[in-house]
């Protein structure tokens, strides 16, 4: 994701890249690549096609396809160059995966922009949108697309940075320690930023302190001079700073509702779909609205303030700028399902979900008004998975908040779910399935009108199922009088 226009010159020479692949040549190279790709299904034409192994399949089946999508050049490795060397030219190198490594940490050589890394437990995708965009109103901005933070998301990310680019934002993630740091020295920030620490691929750790010292990684790769941005609400906050000041960094800043923070939240009320917040950040007083609901988002948009403002934008533009902001896809979507009484509100928290997300998400629901007397706050929750040992005990825990919060009605997916509803009380309690798709038609028969359903699971729980079931089967209005 870059804002250079068509016109703008090749993303790469084919020439320049034979020396950071360590590559040789195979035919006829074109002049120049115009984007990058490891999968021949979203490729465009003028594309370099990386046949990356992953864990269930393999790019080099691929590489016939991706020709004939309109690749304009593909790399291979050794073992499967003879095979492939009538389909196209090719530069063949000794392991794919390396010589994406390369090319990446090549274009980060050639940038002469400034560069953000964000990590955290939760957030990270939308907090790599809501940078972006306060980045491109003050020039060219390139960005990781979906969740593109792992070990080939990253070096992939870097590799399609335009050289031309002002400003770079990516996003990091991990579910071992040792894992950032090798990313982190690839995408080598001016400014690195913790979203916050919480209970996540806890089957990998010991406790969530070791997680932070694994987040705590990003700080490893700062420039010299970078600057270290960090959540002072959390628990884990003196660590991350020891790490930070034992880092490159020479600034160090954090936000939160701490009054020793340098941007401080004062203030966040949800209201129609919108968060209006109050903050103070570096010593100005703001007021901002932030086009998603959840004081989780307002949380972030502190730091990520900090970090425009490191970049060298104004607070006050930057600020304002959040206004055009929207959840992304399965963290925080709204939609309206039209049923024959009248209209209910989706939110789509379908994408990931561990117990601090899985928090936020039902305070969001809390905050959301049904349009109707009669209307429920209705929680889908699917598995949280990748807890551990203390997986049951996490999810049990959840019902607290949901008592607190308010919550109508909860609906369950999944085994580890199943301790919840058994621990819910009566009234709250709607109905337990071991499957998303055994939930579809339970929930499509209890949904009334003025309802807000909230839904929300780990991907390996497929919750997203569930919400495209209920937007197909409450598209329109002409859908709902057919039911």
Do not use: C
Not at 64 to 83: N, P, Q, R, Y
Not at 104 to 126: C, D, E, M, N
Not at 370 to 397: F, N
């Amino acid at each position: 994701m870059n804002d250079l226009s068509p016109t703008s010159p090749p993303l790469w020479r084919a020439l320049a890249l034979v020396a950071p692949l360590q590559a040789r040549v195979s035919g006829m190279l074109p002049a120049a690549v115009t984007g990058i790709s490891i999968d021949s299904r979203s490729l465009a034409p003028g594309d370099l096609f990386f046949a990356i192994r992953g864990d269930n399949s393999d790019g080099h089946d691929y590489v016939t396809k991706a020709f004939a999508a309109g690749a304009a050049v593909a790399v291979v490795d050794e073992a499967h160059a003879d095979a492939l060397r009538a389909s196209g030219p090719l530069l063949v190198v000794h392991h794919v995966q390396g010589a994406l490594e390369r090319l990446g940490i090549a274009a980060r050589q050639r940038s002469k922009g400034r560069i953000a890394a964000i990590t955290g437990s939760v957030g990270k995708t939308s907090s790599k949108e809501a940078l972006a965009l306060m980045l491109r109103q003050a020039g060219a901005t390139h960005a990781a697309v979906a969740s593109f933070n792992n070990h080939w998301g990253v070096p992939l990310t870097l590799a399609r940075m335009p050289e031309a680019s002002r400003y770079g934002v990516f996003e990091i993630g991990m579910s071992h320690a040792g894992e950032i740091t090798p990313l982190v020295a690839m995408v080598r920030p001016h400014i690195a930023l913790v979203t916050n620490v919480g209970p996540v691929h806890l089957e990998h750790f010991a406790s969530v302190d070791d997680i932070a010292r694994a987040k705590g990684e990003i700080f490893s790769g700062l420039v010299p001079g970078g600057a270290a941005v960090i959540n002072r609400d959390i628990p884990q906050f003196e660590m991350l700073a020891a790490m930070a000041r034992q880092s490159p960094a020479r600034h160090i800043m954090s936000f939160g509702r701490d009054p020793g923070a340098e941007a401080q939240l004062v203030d966040a009320e949800v209201r129609e779909g919108s968060t209006y917040v109050k903050a103070r950040v570096l010593g100005q007083n703001l007021e901002f609205r932030i086009g998603a609901a959840g004081v989780h988002f307002a949380q972030n948009a502190l730091g990520l303030l900090l970090a425009a403002r490191a970049m060298g934008l104004e607070l006050g533009k930057a600020a304002a700028a959040l206004a055009e902001f929207g959840a992304p896809k399965g963290r925080g979507e709204t939609s309206t399902l039209y049923l024959a009484q009248g209209q209910a509100s989706l939110i789509d928290e379908s994408y990931n979900a561990n117990p601090a997300s899985m928090r936020a998400a039902l305070a969001v629901l809390a905050a959301a008004k049904p349009s109707t007397q009669t209307g429920r706050r209705i929680a889908v929750l699917g598995d949280m998975l990748e807890l551990g040992d203390q997986s049951m005990a996490l999810h049990r825990a959840l019902g607290d908040d949901i008592e607190q919060l308010g919550i109508d009605q909860v609906f369950t997916v999944g085994p580890l779910m199943a301790g919840l509803h058994e621990s819910l009380p009566q009234s709250r309690r709607a109905a337990s399935a071991l499957a998303s798709l055994d939930m579809i038609a339970l929930l499509r028969d209890n949904v009334h009108a003025g309802d807000v359903i909230m839904v929300k699971g780990s991907n390996g729980s497929k919750m997203g199922l569930i919400v495209t079931a209920l937007r197909e089967a409450f598209a329109n209005r002409a859908s709902a009088e057919e039911i």
